[in-house]
């Protein structure tokens, strides 16, 4: 189908064949650049899109003309299909764009920046036994698709009540177009449900700005370990949350938190965990938690009973040189002892 891409800065319409199918940030990926070399070489762009609900139809004489209903325009986000997104033949697509102040579009080799976050989320995987990270799409990979077992919390559909759970799943998805990662945050969005204040429950997107907003600087293993430390509630923000409902909920129950404590590394101490807890969805019901430590009782080695005093150092007889105080005590002790001193001024 055909469709028109607005770039209102410079009120020019572009038309674009595409197919129903198509993502959003494909279109935008092969679209945006033609775009901007026709404008000339600038700085670095985030681009992204908007729909609008208006038709633009060509007449006879070359002129355009609108039609359709011109609506509050929605941005679509890059994981939409043209299908899913609700364009249809001949709309208009706003192309909106902010300018990086102070960087020029050779600053960053993209290409190698995404190869160095592969090889990095490669070796997080490895050194974790609780991340496992999927390369779904590109080569190098733009889009990731993470799962990290690890507790946090989700609403049950059926039944409307809190559950604890185990795994989640999420897609990380890099803005391009115009190159505009690592300026600006990667998409993510939850695949598995989840109840937190800095998850919106309408589309599954995900607050990266939670405590430290995203820098260039940082990188997608960074990013990773930053969303484990979120599902957990090791960090979430009420500043703007995305779920109200999750931020008073959270407020209340701050003392259960973080609901796991074990490390993402295999080097460091894990607290143990039962295997009932690892499989098990534990209820939330009211406004107590009930969640199970599941920490394993502690043993004690059964305590060595010594008769009497004497030490048989047949059993272990330390050499001279290292014999420990307790023997030498033991032995001054004896010599002093009144008995000692009774057999020694009979036999003289």
């Not at 001054?332 to 003289?348: D, E, F, L, V, Y």
Request: with cysteine; net charge neutral.
């Amino acid at each position: 189908m055909r469709i028109f891409i607005w770039d209102f800065t410079h009120d020019r319409y572009y038309p674009v064949l595409t197919s129903e199918n198509t993502t959003v940030k494909n279109l935008l990926a092969q679209a945006v650049p033609q775009i901007v070399k026709e404008r000339g070489p600038g700085r670095q762009f985030v681009a992204y899109l908007q729909k609008t609900g208006e038709q633009l139809y060509v007449k006879e004489d070359g002129h355009f003309f609108k039609s359709g209903k011109e609506g509050k325009p929605v941005t679509l986000h890059p994981w939409q299909t043209m299908s899913v997104a609700g364009v249809v033949e001949n709309e208009v697509l706003v192309l909106c764009y902010f300018i990086q102040p102070g960087v020029v579009s050779e600053a960053v080799n993209v290409e190698q920046r995404f190869a160095d976050e592969y090889e990095k989320l490669k070796e997080l995987e490895a050194s974790s036994d609780m991340i496992r990270v999927e390369a779904v799409e590109g080569n190098p990979p733009r889009k990731y698709r993470v799962t990290i077992n690890c507790k946090g919390m989700m609403r049950n559909p059926v039944d409307n009540k809190l559950y604890l759970t185990a795994n989640h799943v999420l897609e990380i998805d890099l803005p391009v177009g115009i190159s505009a990662y690592p300026y600006e945050a990667p998409y993510i969005r939850c695949l598995t449900p989840h109840f937190h204040p800095n998850i919106s429950p309408d589309n599954n997107l995900v607050c990266t700005g939670v405590e430290r907003k995203w820098e260039p600087s940082l990188d997608l293993a960074w990013l990773v370990c930053h969303l484990a430390d979120i599902i957990t509630y090791r960090i979430y923000g009420t500043d703007d949350p995305y779920n109200k409902e999750a931020v008073q909920w959270a407020e209340a129950h701050k003392d259960k938190f973080p609901l796991d404590e074990r490390s993402l590394f295999k080097e460091a101490v894990a607290v143990p965990v039962s295997q009932a807890q690892d499989t098990a969805l534990v209820a939330i019901t009211g406004q107590s938690v009930m969640i199970s430590q599941g920490e394993p009782e502690l043993t004690t080695s059964p305590k060595t009973e010594i008769a009497g005093t004497a030490i048989d150092e047949r059993v272990s007889r330390p050499k001279a040189a290292s014999r420990s105080k307790s023997v030498r005590k033991s032995k001054s002790t004896a010599k002093k002892s009144p008995a000692a001193r009774t057999r020694k001024k009979k036999s003289s």
